[in-house]
């Protein structure tokens, strides 16, 4: 596996966190934050959409098809809990409960990060097979 794999991914949710934050806006501080706390958002739905990915490839045979469609639909359903988590953060912020806000997004960034080297890992090793 190859670095060059993670970073790919990685540098188009960079790039679209960037340009949704900065064209033709006036960006504040309050601006940077929501935008840091709905990234999870993107990057599970970037990780259904690489699953979906080996679906459609069916690199692996039928039988690694149905586990990568099953991993799809959880991902799907997990996207749910991130925007429910996003959502509540973006409200914590507004209270002023930083060290809640501070749980939250780790808890979601935890999740959906893992789900995008789940997903990457998954279509790697379709293609080796």
Do not use: C
Not at 3 to 17: M, R, T, Y
Not at 73 to 92: C, D, F, N, T
């Amino acid at each position: 596996m190859q670095l060059i794999e993670f970073i790919l991914p990685g540098s188009l949710l960079f790039a679209k966190f960037l340009i949704k934050l900065f064209i033709d806006k006036n960006v504040s501080a309050d601006d940077v934050v929501g935008a840091f706390l709905s990234l999870p958002v993107d990057i599970i739905f970037l990780s259904a959409s690489l699953f979906a990915a080996g679906v459609i490839s069916r690199a692996g045979g039928v039988e690694s098809a149905h586990l990568t469609l099953s991993f799809f639909v959880l991902s799907l359903l997990v996207s749910i809990i991130i925007v429910v988590a996003w959502r509540r953060s973006e409200a914590l912020f507004a209270s002023d409960k930083f060290w809640a806000v501070a749980g939250v997004a780790s808890l979601s960034y935890l999740i959906s990060i893992s789900s995008l080297f789940l997903a990457v890992s998954g279509l790697l090793s379709r293609g080796e097979a």
